[in-house]
């Protein structure tokens, strides 16, 4: 019986331990949102899904699209990265300057950074 509680203890003492690893590990990183108003959704995303690949290289690992209810050519992104500095570095790209500068915006975009309130 004392080896059954003590094998639940370990299970339970390693149980929380993981739990507490995965918590922080949500607790880092950072998210850009990017808030814009386009001439045309349909053209700019073509041009936004064509960019796929540069957002994965930079280090996005989740990338949503939300647009206004009231007007579909009012656009909100959301990306997702592993540390505040490499959404920065993302944000001050050239080439995601070009693609932006490519897609067809009305004016310059809103961008702002937020991180996990501790």
Do not use: C, H
């Not at 053209?43 to 990338?63: I, N």
């Not at 656009?75 to 500068?101: K, W």
Request: proline share 4%; charged share 15%; net charge positive.
């Amino acid at each position: 019986m004392v080896r059954y509680l003590w094998g639940i203890g370990i299970a339970a003492v390693f149980g929380l331990t993981l739990a507490a690893t995965m918590s922080s590990a949500q607790q880092t990183g950072a998210r850009m949102y990017v808030r814009l108003e386009v001439v045309n959704y349909s053209e700019w995303r073509k041009v936004f899904d064509g960019f796929a690949a540069a957002r994965k290289a930079a280090g996005v690992t989740s990338s949503t699209v939300w647009q206004s209810a009231d007007n579909p050519n009012d656009v909100t992104i959301i990306n997702d990265f592993p540390s505040i500095e490499q959404a920065r570095t993302f944000a001050a790209s050239g080439d995601l300057q070009d693609a932006m500068r490519n897609a067809g915006l009305k004016g310059p975009p809103q961008v702002w950074f937020a991180t996990p309130a501790k």
